[in-house]
């Protein structure tokens, strides 16, 4: 089955702090991607970040990194001095080839609250 | 221009209503797709369209119609439509039929009454 995991519903943390989210996924692809999006309330979907499959290093985007451990197939996302404005729902998403094209496949998300 | 445009942002119509939802891109991308999202879920891949023609259709009720006229503009025609068809949806669009950077527009909030 092709799935991502999100097993944290909802998380909260305190401005200035650092939060994780957790992803896991399964798939049977050897080349794909990964990526952490990030849906404020305004509802549209942003890019946070991106991690190709075979690159072994873990991406990094200002104050968001991911731990990507391959053979475990984790992805998590980690978020560095939080600020007010990363509060959203935070979906985690790979790539999957279906007839020529890819798709994204999406966890469920975690709903993030950055108190003040 | 790094923006996908959707119109309108707010649309109410009726079960036998014809309505269309529009979404342009002047990035150059080759690759455009239609999303579905219910309230607090995941978006759900509907149509995906490359270089202009339809590459993928997740089994989607044939009362939604995808178009695309040129490489810029997605449509998404709207018949008979039942209450559990109001959504959120959402248009994206990358560089050609790979999702190695998908750039969303802000979505068109769809009521059926």
Redesign the interface.
């Known amino acids: 089955a092709q799935t991502v995991t999100q097993s944290q519903p909802e998380m909260s943390v305190q401005e200035a702090e650092t939060v994780t989210l957790s992803c896991t996924y399964d798939t049977s692809e050897s080349n794909y991607?990964l990526?952490w999006y990030k849906q404020p309330p305004?509802?549209?979907?942003?890019?946070v970040i991106?991690q190709e499959a075979y690159k072994q290093q873990n991406a990094t985007e200002n104050r968001f990194s991911v731990n990507f451990q391959k053979a475990a197939k984790s992805f998590s996302l980690k978020i560095s001095d939080s600020q007010l404005g990363d509060t959203a729902m935070y979906?985690c998403a790979f790539?999957l080839t279906?007839?020529?094209?890819?798709?994204?496949v999406?966890?469920?998300?975690t709903k993030l609250t950055v108190n003040p | 221009d790094t923006e996908v445009t959707q119109t309108p942002k707010h649309l109410v119509m009726g079960m036998t209503n014809k309505k269309s939802l529009k979404c342009e891109q002047h990035m150059g991308h080759r690759?455009m797709y239609w999303y579905k999202?219910k309230a607090?879920?995941?978006?759900e891949?509907m149509f995906?369209y490359?270089y202009e023609k339809l590459?993928?259709n997740e089994s989607v009720p044939s009362r939604f119609s995808p178009e695309c006229p040129n490489s810029s503009l997605l449509n998404l025609h709207l018949h008979a439509l039942q209450p559990e068809d109001s959504a959120?949806y959402?248009c994206?669009s990358s560089h050609r039929?790979?999702?190695?950077?998908?750039f969303?527009?802000?979505?068109t909030?769809l009521s059926v009454l």
């Open positions: 991607y990526f305004s509802r549209q979907m942003i890019l991106r979906f790539t279906q007839g020529g094209s890819e798709k994204l999406f966890g469920k998300g | 690759a999202q607090k879920k995941p978006p891949l995906v490359s590459s993928i959120l959402l994206a039929d790979s999702n190695e950077k998908l969303f527009g802000s979505g909030q």
